[in-house]
């Protein structure tokens, strides 16, 4: 059964940043689309960015566009999203997710990671 780990999260201040990782149990390289998502606390799950089964076609959300950046390593079935410059509103837990379809959006998900929390102090 393959399952998504994900790693990297914590507790930082405002304009820091942090990589977040997502590593799969199984070798499903070059085969999935990736993503990340986070939700705030007492919101719904909200996209955040995507990336294609080969790594050349990424999109986020407007939010993060500019200050976050989505890569992957298909070699190690690992998928990351770069944090940059995060404010307090980026504090979420943060889920990775893998589905078939371009651009993957929450709707699309087959399988999702537990979840690790970013929180941003002010």
């Known amino acids: 059964q393959v399952q998504l780990v994900e790693s990297g999260g914590g507790l930082v201040q405002v304009g820091e940043s942090l990589r977040l990782s997502c590593t799969t149990s199984?070798?499903?390289?070059?085969?999935?689309?990736m993503g990340w998502f986070r939700q705030a606390p007492g919101k719904e799950r909200d996209f955040v960015a995507t990336i294609d089964p080969s790594g050349g076609s990424t999109y986020y959300a407007d939010s993060v566009r500019g200050r976050f950046t989505i890569s992957r390593d298909n070699a190690n079935d690992t998928v990351y999203l770069q944090l940059s410059d995060l404010k307090p509103e980026d504090t979420a837990v943060y889920y990775c997710?893998?589905?078939?379809?371009?651009?993957?959006?929450?709707?699309?998900?087959?399988?999702w990671g537990q979840g690790t929390p970013v929180t941003v102090s002010s």
């Open positions: 997710g893998m589905g078939t379809i371009w651009p993957l959006r929450t709707a699309y998900v087959q399988l």
């Open positions: 199984v070798r499903t390289r070059s085969r999935n689309t």
